[in-house]
């Protein structure tokens, strides 16, 4: 049974920075992409940064320069740098495992991430 448990959200100012981090447990195949996703109040949810298996990334424009995706070797714990919060960025996070465009096979329980002006 694979889970997928997020931490590291919180309140911060616009402007600071917030790492997610995402511990992966269970059988993932080492073939699957690795994703953060968001959620805000009353939009659709988006997809924030995407991660290969073979370590190639992807950042819609919104969030490109300012968040970095990442993994350990293991490929176990996934993790989302996000420098310059704007509040626009407040959302609840979600990881992923085995992205496929917007959907997954796995999800997390979601992180929320408010940033104040």
């Known amino acids: 049974q694979v889970q997928l448990v997020e931490s590291g959200g919180g309140l911060v100012q616009a402007g600071g920075s917030l790492k997610l981090s995402c511990a992966a447990s269970?059988?993932?195949?080492?073939?699957?992409?690795m994703g953060w996703f968001r959620q805000a109040p009353g939009k659709e949810r988006e997809q924030v940064s995407y991660?290969?298996?073979?370590?190639?990334?992807s950042y819609p424009d919104s969030v490109k320069g300012r968040f970095t995706v990442s993994q350990n070797n293991a490929r176990n714990t996934l993790y989302l740098q996000m420098n310059n919060l704007k509040t626009d960025d407040t959302a609840v996070y979600y990881c992923?495992?085995?992205?496929?465009?917007?959907?997954?096979?796995?999800w997390g329980q979601g992180t929320q991430v408010t940033v104040s002006s």
């Open positions: 992923a495992a085995c992205v496929y465009g917007l959907a997954a096979s796995y």
């Open positions: 991660i290969t298996s073979l370590g190639t990334t």
């Open positions: 269970g059988y993932i195949s080492n073939n699957c992409a």
